[in-house]
């Protein structure tokens, strides 16, 4: 584990080859794509980043997408020597690349660690044909498995996402996909369900009557079953849709989840450091002007007030199922735990089963876990929230 | 001075879309009251609402200056009256102030019912009809037919040219035919009496506020002058006034030195209320002044009343003056202020009728940029109660049900009645006897009239004062009319129902009922509400309840899921978006127990939908 000051450096890597109709992230389609001009660009705003962070180490790396796995390896490498040389890299720093399970970048693989990647997150999406189809995804299942397997003979530690409570999708048959995924014996798994997202294929669909999406009530049935088939597998969920072996979570991602500083470089990175907010600028090409211009893709950095990021470590660290520690919290933001929830709320929750309170540990339960959202806008009192 | 024969006062009483405000347009345009620069689209109608609902809410004249063919010029006073039954008194007012009537009816669509109330009316107060079938240039135009109409059903004559007493045919739109209007108001409205040297008698047909001129009112002389410089008195308001202008609208404003007998136009005296100036009062003067009012004076009376409440408690202060400053403008609402457990603080207010409340709800909205909470629409119960302990046997007004006295103590309540006449193409008749039947209505005629029936039903108030009308509109496509006079009280078996959310009676919830129908209507009230109130994180039973008896129940699901499966790449944004999202939803509901409910649940609940 990094300790509580290292820093999470997150890169962005913003292309694709195609889009898929549930995704909103920040990425693109290019036919090509000029390496050696976004390896200098995404080399400068790194150092720009350094210039701000200095004298912290970097105690994980994390390349997103986008579909990082399609940048030549020698980027990464790059990146990962610069970021090594500038701040210096924690012992066993977990250097994570997101990778589409295609045969063509899985042939890419031994190239990625011999840059320094440690970790690989795989978008496996789903083991079945038609559900990938449906998904719009490249690869088909039987590529994405040998896929797993060449990862988990290179890397020591692999994750892979899947995408579940689709439309359609019945109880057996996610029992049965996800206990061939658990089968991998993988440490990690991401457990997402399909949420449709404004302004993408699906958001459409949905609006044309042609989509429609599974039943909330039906959805909440499936995490239920979800959450005790990766129990029982000893996969447990630590945060709402990611499961891992106790001691294999990701550092990276718990970075953000415990409101911990991170720095986000290349286009739409999003970094929160020293109490700045950060982000850069989205378009891919609008990003390589900028950084031509000033040396660094920067869009937006505003400085967050108490209260905000005060709701910001609640709303995230609520997702953990280690819950937050309140005291704690509060002294590092100055103030009082009381400050940081409606006492009275949490009790009613608590009643109800999907909060526990124990001492200054404040814990969404299992059964709280699906309802969040909900939970979040009862329990975050009225005044962290911005009007 | 104009002689009294050279004065033409009239009204136009048209359907809505049949070219009333068109057809005024071109009246004002051929006789010069405004260059065709000044000219702009409908005139008449100069408030947004009004303009919108296509509805006049205040009274308007316009004083026309005409130079007939028998080379006479004539002080023409057109006199838009409000346009609904809620203003029906207001309406009588600006009647009482004409001689005469243009019956405008379009020439393809023929006699609606709204326009027989209003000629009923006129006639009462003896007018001459003069009927003009306008919008001749559209194919589907039947002029003889339309003509033949008229006659039948309004009883007046329409065949034949109009130099003959037949009807004006026009083109409101193309100018064709309106000199022709202008000749036959000439010619066939009977000129005003009245004498000059007579004390002074001036009626009040309506007022408002100007911001630069304060209060300003509309008269007709009956007999005597109205002056500048004049001390005058109000007879029913007992106050007294020194007038600082007189003048007439053209329809700019002009001013004039005198106002005498037979004419129109306006006056100010330094008012600042409306509420000083009501509709209806008598002005003469202070020394030698009239010792008879006119007759016809009433105090307004509201007759539909709910609660106001700010969506934002903060926003109170802000209500009130804003309540107070449109009061300054009509003075025929109240308004008191209210508390209710749920709602916090706001203001019981009453109205003339429903599109008066909606008018009113509408500008706070509007013009004041105010958030609010309506509750039930409610009318005033008369209530017995039996001697008590501490008091004697007494009777009370209920305007709220949350008011409601302790049952053991009412031994009769008695609720306000209607006498509703609904105009409609026969195909629709069947439902609106069944949505009439269903509101307890008594249906006490029948009569048809070429492919129309006029239906006329005695309903309570309280069963009409909500989604009647935009029910029977529904039900016939917008075809059907409706016109209402209220014919009193009666007593009725009436208990007060109550809904509970989660356990908690819901104040403003609460509405008084007929116990026949108290079933069905709580039943259709938890299914709504089921609807409404979004689902929670627990279940919650909805409950109708007449005293300590549930009569209906339903029961909302408890939410299983509401969460973001996926927080990527730090973007943490979005999520604090969702939660400031939800924060502001939840400060737009109001809290029963644990339970938020929506504002706009409080009177959605009430609708009764498709039954
Ligand atoms: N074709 C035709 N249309 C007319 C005539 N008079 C009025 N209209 C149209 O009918 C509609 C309603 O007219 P308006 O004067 O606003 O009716 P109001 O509701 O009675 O005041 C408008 O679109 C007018 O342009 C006419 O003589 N011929
Ligand atoms: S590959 Fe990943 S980042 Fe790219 S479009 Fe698909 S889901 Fe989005
Ligand atoms: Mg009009």
Redesign the pocket.
Same mark, same amino acid.
């Given at each position: 584990m990094p300790a509580a000051d290292d820093l999470a450096l997150y890169i962005h890597w913003p292309f694709c080859l195609k889009k898929c109709p549930y995704c909103d992230f920040n990425s693109h389609v290019r036919d090509d794509v000029d390496a050696d001009a976004w390896q200098a660009a995404l080399l400068a705003d790194m150092r720009h980043e350094h210039a701000l962070t200095g004298g912290r180490r970097v105690g994980s790396i994390f390349f997103g997408g986008g579909t990082p796995s399609l940048m030549p390896p020698a980027l990464a490498g790059a990146l990962i020597e610069q970021a090594q040389r500038l701040w210096g890299l924690a012992p066993n720093a977990e250097i994570t690349l997101e990778a589409n399970p295609t045969s063509y970048e899985a042939g890419k693989f031994a190239a990625f660690r011999s840059a320094g990647v440690n970790r690989v997150s795989l978008g496996v999406q789903s083991l079945h044909d038609e559900a990938l189809a449906f998904l719009g995804r490249e690869h088909s299942a039987t590529e994405a498995m040998a896929a797993v397997e060449s990862a988990q003979g290179l890397f020591g530690r692999v994750t892979f996402d899947l995408i579940y409570a689709r439309p359609g999708q019945n109880a057996g048959a996610w029992e049965a996909e996800l206990a061939r995924a658990l089968a991998f014996g993988t440490e990690h798994l991401s457990l997402y369900q399909l949420t449709i997202e404004p302004g993408t294929g699906f958001a459409g669909a949905v609006a044309r009557g042609r989509l429609h999406p599974m039943d909330p009530d039906e959805a909440a049935d499936l995490f239920v079953q979800t959450q005790e088939q990766t129990r029982a597998a000893g996969l447990p969920a630590y945060e709402i849709s990611n499961h891992a072996r106790p001691g294999a979570e990701s550092h990276h991602n718990l970075t953000y989840w415990r409101y911990r500083d991170y720095a986000g470089v290349g286009p739409g990175a999003h970094g929160r450091r020293g109490g700045m907010a950060t982000i850069r600028h989205k378009k891919p090409e609008a990003f390589l002007r900028r950084v031509g211009e000033i040396g660094h893709g920067m869009a937006e950095e505003r400085a967050l007030g108490r209260e905000e990021q005060l709701s910001e470590a609640l709303l995230m660290g609520l997702r953990l199922a280690e819950g937050l520690d309140l005291a704690a919290l509060a002294a590092r933001f100055d103030t009082t735990a009381d400050a940081l929830v409606d006492a009275g709320r949490a009790a009613f929750y608590a009643d109800l089963g999907f909060v526990e309170r124990e001492g200054d540990r404040l814990t969404i339960t299992p059964q709280g876990m699906p309802l969040l959202d909900a939970l979040l806008a009862e329990l975050v009192p009225a005044h962290l929230v911005a009007a | 001075m104009t002689d009294l024969s050279k004065i033409r006062n009239f009204s136009i009483i048209? &359907? /809505?879309? &049949?070219? #009333?405000?068109? *057809?005024? %347009?071109r009246l004002i345009q051929l006789t010069g009251g405004l260059t065709e620069r000044e000219m702009s689209e409908?005139l008449l %109608?100069n408030m947004d609402i009004e303009r919108e609902r296509?509805i006049t809410i205040k009274a308007q004249t316009v004083r026309l200056n005409y130079t007939a063919s028998d080379g006479e010029t004539y002080q023409l006073n057109l006199m838009d009256t409000p346009g609904h039954v809620d203003f029906a008194y207001e309406v009588s007012r600006s009647l009482a102030a004409c001689e005469g009537a243009l019956l405008?009816v379009d020439a393809a669509q023929g006699v609606e019912a709204q326009t027989l109330a209003n000629v009923y009316q006129s006639i009462e107060h003896d007018h001459e009809i003069l009927p003009v079938i306008? #919008?001749? %240039? *559209?194919p589907a135009a039947e002029p003889e037919r339309v003509a033949e109409e008229i006659e039948e059903i309004v009883g007046i004559q329409a065949t034949g040219t109009w130099a003959n007493g037949g009807a004006v045919l026009?083109?409101? #739109?193309?100018g /064709?035919g309106v000199e022709d209007v202008l000749e036959a108001i000439v010619a066939r409205i009977p000129p005003p009496t009245g004498d000059r040297d007579a004390p002074l008698t001036a009626s009040l047909v309506d007022s408002w506020y100007d911001p630069y001129l304060g209060v300003v009112i509309l008269v007709r002389v009956i007999d005597g002058v109205l002056k500048k410089g004049l001390n005058v008195k109000f007879m029913q308001g007992g106050t007294q006034h020194l007038i600082d202008r007189v003048g007439a609208f053209t329809p700019k404003r002009v001013d004039l030195t005198e106002i005498g007998p037979g004419e129109i136009g306006f006056i100010t005296a330094q008012i600042k209320e409306v509420e000083q100036a009501r509709v209806g009062d008598t002005i003469t003067t202070v020394k030698n002044g009239a010792t008879k009012a006119l007759p016809g004076y009433r105090e307004p009376q509201p007759v539909v009343f709910c609660g106001l409440f700010p969506v934002d408690a903060a926003d109170f202060d802000k209500l009130r003056e804003s309540i107070a400053r449109l009061r300054l403008n009509d003075a025929s609402f109240t308004f008191e202020t209210e508390s209710s457990a749920a709602l916090g603080f706001g203001f019981r207010c009453g109205f003339l009728g429903l599109l008066h409340l909606e008018i009113i709800q509408e500008r706070l909205s509007r013009e004041y940029d105010l958030d609010l909470i309506t509750t039930a629409p409610s009318v005033v119960y008369r209530i017995h109660l039996g001697k008590s302990k501490t008091e004697d046997a007494k009777v009370i007004e209920l305007h709220n049900p949350a008011d409601y006295p302790d049952p053991n103590r009412i031994e009769m309540i008695e609720e306000p009645w209607i006498k509703a006449v609904i105009y409609t193409p026969d195909e629709y008749l069947g439902s609106i006897l069944k949505l009439c039947q269903d509101r307890r209505g008594i249906q006490t005629d029948l009569t048809y009239v070429g492919g129309r029936a006029q239906v006329t039903y005695e309903l309570p108030l309280n069963e009409v004062v909500f989604d009647f009308y935009d029910r029977l509109k529904s039900i016939s496509r917008g075809y059907a009319s409706f016109d209402y006079e209220q014919i009193g009280l009666r007593e009725g078996d009436l208990v007060k129902m109550n809904i509970l959310v989660n356990n908690e009676p819901v104040d403003a919830l609460s509405l008084i009922v007929h116990r026949g129908v108290a079933e069905e209507r709580g039943r259709g009230m938890c299914e709504r509400l089921k609807d409404l109130i979004p689902r929670h994180l627990f279940k919650i039973p909805i409950q109708a309840a007449i005293g300590g008896k549930v009569i209906a129940r339903e029961t909302i699901a408890a939410l299983r899921k509401d969460v973001t499966a996926k927080c990527y790449g730090g973007d943490i944004s979005r999520k604090k978006k969702l939660l400031e999202k939800q924060k502001k939803g939840k400060a737009r509901m109001r809290e029963y127990g644990n339970v938020s409910i929506p504002q706009e649940a409080f009177i959605a609940a009430l609708r009764m939908g498709e039954e």
């Open positions: - | 048209a &359907h /809505i879309d &049949h070219g #009333k405000s068109t *057809l005024a %347009d409908q %109608d296509g405008v306008n #919008k001749i %240039d *559209l026009t083109s409101a #739109k193309s /064709i």
